[in-house]
């Protein structure tokens, strides 16, 4: 189920006292979305792979709000055991998880699918969809024992990236929408929320690989959706439960 873009009003302290992990932290939609979440009061969990983009996002987020916890993690390599330890350590230094936003992406660029690597798709495959899915497994004991809890997968305009040459990124976030509605059905009675945020065209590296040349102006810079990020994670997103939410900035 899709639901179009209404005007989002974030209340004041709106994650106060929450503890947020956000996959792909230093990225486009990522890096906004940390920076708005500790705004809005959270203690952000920063999980990326390269550790000098995490420093740098680390920085920026203890700027506005709770000091963040950074976790240097790649989602190539890491293994169920690796997500089960990243839990087992936020329980530890912070005592429990409210929200687990999903930005972290894998794109190389469009390729008619004859000539794809097929390393390429399975890299693809494994890190918009296969680690997500290890990572909400690892996450969800934890998140069960919130009195409410919110999952969110960021997708990409899922008409758009059915289109060709997008190969196993494009059928990656068919499967993430797939998996909304799967989890959402599944923890429908819990105290876990499952949505889906869809923002309209960004300006990302993600959008670039895509569009060398990229005239669209249309783009935004991904500051705009930060706060659709943040009423997901909210008491608010409860209306959008079980709802890709496509929004336009």
């Known amino acids: 189920m899709s639901a179009a873009a209404t005007p989002i009003a974030i209340a004041a302290a709106a994650l106060a006292d929450r503890v947020v992990l956000i996959a792909g932290a230093y990225g486009g939609l990522g ?8 705004r809005a009061g959270a203690t952000v969990v920063l999980l990326g792979r390269k550790v000098p983009k995490l420093n740098r996002i680390y920085d920026a987020v203890a700027k506005e709000g709770p000091e963040p916890l950074l976790y240097p ?3 190539e390599g890491a293994s169920p ?13 912070l005592g429990h998880l409210d929200g687990l936003l999903h930005c972290a992406a894998e ?3 469009l390729t008619p699918f004859e000539h794809a690597d097929p390393a390429a798709i399975a890299r693809a495959l494994h890190v918009n969809v296969t680690a997500p899915c290890w ?13 409410d809890a919110a999952v969110v997968f960021a997708l990409d305009d899922i008409a758009r990236v059915g289109q060709a040459y997008w190969g196993g990124y494009g059928l990656a976030q068919h499967a993430r ?3 909304v509605a799967m989890l959402h059905a599944e ?6 929320r499952v949505s889906g945020l869809q923002p309209g065209p960004m300006r990302t590296a993600l959008r670039a690989a895509a569009y060398a040349e990229d005239g669209d102006r249309d783009a935004r810079d ?16 409860a209306e959008r439960r079980g709802q890709v939410w496509t929004v336009r900035a």
């Open 31 to 38: 890096a906004a979305a940390a920076k708005a979440c500790a």
């Open 73 to 75: 993690l790649d989602l």
């Open 81 to 93: 055991g690796d997500y089960a330890e990243l839990a087992a350590r936020i329980e530890s230094e």
């Open 107 to 109: 794109f190389r660029g």
């Open 135 to 147: 990572l909400t497994q690892a996450c969800l004991p934890l998140l069960a024992r919130a009195q």
């Open 177 to 179: 929408a797939g998996l």
């Open 187 to 192: 923890l429908a009675n819990s105290s876990v």
């Open 222 to 237: 991904p500051a705009d959706y930060a706060d659709a990020c943040v009423a997901l994670l909210s008491a608010a997103g």
